[in-house]
Nanobody, 124 residues
Framework: QVQLVESGGGVVQAGGSLRLSCAAS????????MGWFRQAPGKEREFVAG????????YYADSVKGRFTISRDNAKNTVYLQMDSLKPEDTAVYYC?????????????????WGQGTQVTVSS
């Protein structure tokens, strides 16, 4: 069992930056692939970024490529999402997720555990 708790959301102006953190409980964190998803009002949850168990491979949605960076610190059981050059269309609830499959995944049904989400609002 893995429990995930996101933090770092907030309100920021367009062009600004935020760093989200996701703290995980459980001894097996380092064997899980991790991902970030987001859901805007009235829209389906969408993949944002993923990272494999070792942190050696990452994958991004086209909409955030070059602006967002996912990373992890297995010693701290934490995964991060650095978000730069934020746009109003990035406004959403951001969710952290863990997959028992150690390689990067981008489909939400491949993730086994989810956090409660953190709100990110980008004002124009």
């Amino acid at each position: 069992q893995v429990q995930l708790v996101e933090s770092g959301g907030g309100v920021v102006q367009a062009g600004g930056s935020l760093r989200l953190s996701c703290a995980a409980s459980g001894r097996t964190f380092s064997s899980y692939a991790m991902g970030w998803f987001r859901q805007a009002p009235g829209k389906e949850r969408e993949f944002v970024a993923g990272i494999n168990w070792r942190g050696s491979y990452t994958y991004y949605a086209d909409s955030v490529k070059g602006r967002f960076t996912i990373s992890r610190d297995n010693a701290k059981n934490t995964v991060y999402l650095q978000m730069d050059s934020l746009k109003p269309e990035d406004t959403a609830v951001y969710y952290c997720a863990a997959s028992r499959l150690g390689s990067v995944r981008h489909r939400h049904d491949e993730y086994d555990y989810w956090g409660q989400g953190t709100q990110v609002t980008v004002s124009s």
